[in-house]
């Protein structure tokens, strides 16, 4: 077998890997059964909602700012 036949067999190797490794990328949409597991607790980034206000508020008074998510004030701690 010389260098051409070993190269083509290694390029149809690859193309088959690729073409079944985009075959397998996954689904465009989630069923309507697995949408409870996108929303589990689990998957929330704060699972304490009132500690990440908390702490963002003492955050905005210490750095003397507020930025980002809405909130009004200029940084004095009288909002």
């Given at each position: 077998?010389?260098w ?53 508020h ?21 909002n």
């Amino acid at each position: 077998m010389d260098w051409r036949s070993s190269f083509k067999t290694a390029a149809l190797l690859l193309a088959l890997a690729a073409g079944l490794g985009a075959a397998g990328c996954g689904r465009f949409a989630v069923r309507a059964t697995e949408k409870e597991h996108l929303a589990d607790r689990t998957m929330q980034i704060d699972p304490d909602g009132q500690e990440a206000n908390a702490e963002e508020h003492v955050m905005s008074n210490r750095e003397g700012s507020t930025g980002g998510r809405g909130g009004g004030g200029g940084g004095c701690g009288c909002n």
